[in-house]
T-cell receptor, first 111, second 114 residues
Framework: SQTIHQWPATLVQPVGSPLSLECTVE??????LYWYRQAAGRGLQLLFY??????ISSEVPQNLSASRPQDRQFILSSKKLLLSDSGFYLC??????????FGSGTRLTVV | KQEVTQIPAALSVPEGENLVLNCSFT??????LQWFRQDPGKGLTSLLL?????REQTSGRLNASLDKSSGRSTLYIAASQPGDSATYLC?????????????FGQGTILTVHP
């Protein structure tokens, strides 16, 4: 069966520090991968998606970047965090007609 | 631009009631519609997935319907239990894109009290 792992679960980082969140998928190949952010009172917003290794598309301009170094690995990064980067970050995968599966999320607080 | 609206924003019911959550979307050109559950501080758990060619899906006490032409979906929960308390999110996947972007509603916060 397919599983998705996301870590860390919580993170408190100072303004200006770097960020790296990792997501891996098991039990499938060539999935579409996504990073979403859920900010308080603002719903879920798609940040990045990837349809293959090295292929990254951004939905909104921001202080973040994403990379896909391996088929089932998706990384969200920032060189310098802003207060506005705080939120709940969710990784997800999909393939074909089977809908989306989400990870357990990372709560990021920038102080 | 696809917009998804969920009504009501919050719902509080006594245990045992049957209830309906509503979802509407503005662009009927969808690939599928998915209902999720989110517990506080947790990720999203998929409840039901309805393909654009389907009318409904059922899983246990949950039944979701889809009327694509009118841009509506409902999630029916039978015999509600306190464990059903959570935020319920409706999301539609755009048709015609290779990556299937999901557009979410703002959610319905459900509280089932004993």
């Amino acid at each position: 069966s397919q599983t998705i792992h996301q870590w860390p679960a919580t993170l408190v980082q100072p303004v200006g520090s770097p960020l790296s969140l990792e997501c891996t998928v098991e039990g499938t190949s060539n999935p579409n991968l996504y990073w979403y952010r859920q900010a308080a009172g603002r719903g879920l917003q798609l940040l990045f998606y990837s349809v293959g290794i090295g292929q990254i598309s951004s939905e909104v301009p921001q202080n973040l970047s994403a990379s896909r170094p391996q088929d089932r690995q998706f990384i969200l990064s920032s060189k310098k965090l802003l207060l506005s980067d705080s939120g709940f970050y969710l990784c997800a995968w999909s393939r074909g007609v089977n809908g989306y599966t989400f990870g357990s999320g990372t709560r990021l607080t920038v102080v | 631009k696809q917009e998804v609206t969920q009504i009501p924003a919050a719902l509080s019911v006594p245990e045992g009631e049957n209830l309906v959550l509503n979802c509407s979307f503005t662009d009927s050109a969808i690939y599928n519609l998915q209902w999720f559950r989110q517990d506080p501080g947790k990720g999203l758990t998929s409840l039901l997935l309805i393909q654009s060619s389907q009318r409904e899906q059922t899983s246990g006490r949950l039944n979701a319907s889809l009327d694509k032409s009118s841009g509506r979906s409902t999630l029916y929960i039978a015999a509600s239990q306190p464990g059903d308390s959570a935020t319920y999110l409706c999301a539609v996947s755009d048709g015609g894109t290779s990556y299937g972007k999901l557009t979410f509603g703002q959610g319905t916060i459900l509280t089932v009290h004993p």
